[in-house]
Nanobody
Framework: QVQLVESGGGLVQAGGSLRLSCAAS?????????MGWFRQAPGKEREFVAT????????YYADSVKGRFTISRDNAKTTLYLQMNSLKPEDTAVYHC??????????????WGQGTQVTVSS
């Protein structure tokens, strides 16, 4: 049974940094086609943040986080990361990681984590 467990969220002042982690289990980490991060703020729809494709290692970011956030993975730890720098109050949301098993475009995510809360104070 696949499990994705996020951690690393918290309260931070504007301009600060956080690193989110997503520990994956239940499936060979290298067998995923891609993993990504999404976020959902109160009263808003879930939005895409970043994706990392396993083949080629290509990364994609939402315009709102480009240059501030970095997605990466550690195969040995079967963990996906999201390094978030220069945080803004509008980054406040619950952050979810997701995993895709089939390399199609657009990416279809099959598994989702429960999320971790990130709150950025002004």
């Amino acid at each position: 049974q696949v499990q994705l467990v996020e951690s690393g969220g918290g309260l931070v002042q504007a301009g600060g940094s956080l690193r989110l982690s997503c520990a994956a289990s239940g499936r060979t980490f290298s067998s995923y086609a891609a993993m990504g991060w999404f976020r959902q703020a109160p009263g808003k729809e879930r939005e895409f943040v970043a994706t990392l494709r396993w083949i080629g290692g290509r990364t994609y970011y939402a315009d709102s986080v480009k240059g501030r956030f970095t997605i990466s993975r550690d195969n040995a730890k079967t963990t996906l990361y999201l390094q978030m720098n220069s945080l803004k109050p509008e980054d406040t949301a619950v952050y979810h990681c997701a995993a895709a098993t089939i390399p199609v475009v657009p990416i279809k995510y099959d598994y989702w984590g429960q999320g971790t809360q990130v709150t950025v104070s002004s």
